[in-house]
Nanobody, 117 residues
């Protein structure tokens, strides 16, 4: 049974930083394409950043230069380092991992990030 568990969300002031973690159980996250998505109230879920099994990364324009996605294979965890946070980064953040096709696509339960003074 594959399970993804996110952690690290919380309340932070504008300009602050948070690091989100996505820990995988039941399989190796290093061979998946893993993405961080977010969904703000009343908005569609959007891709924030992704990392492939080969380590290629991709970022939404809105977070380029502020967020960094990384992977620790030994910890079986993918991270999202978020710096220079803005109020518009407020959302529920979800981890998704895909091991090849819709039958091997999994989501975590989400973690809430609130950027407010």
């Amino acid at each position: 049974q594959v399970q993804l568990v996110e952690s690290g969300g919380g309340l932070v002031q504008p300009g602050g930083s948070l690091r989100l973690s996505c820990s995988a159980a039941g399989t190796r996250i290093s061979v998946a394409t893993t993405g961080w998505y977010r969904q703000a109230p009343g908005k569609a879920r959007e891709l924030v950043a992704s990392i492939t099994s080969s380590g290629r990364t991709n970022y939404a324009d809105s977070v380029q230069g502020r967020f960094t996605i990384s992977r620790d294979s030994a910890e079986n965890t993918v991270y999202l380092q978020m710096n220079s946070l803005k109020p518009e980064d407020t959302a529920d953040y979800y981890c998704n991992a895909n091991w090849g096709g819709p039958d091997y696509d999994y989501w975590g339960q989400g973690t809430q990030v609130t950027v407010s003074s």
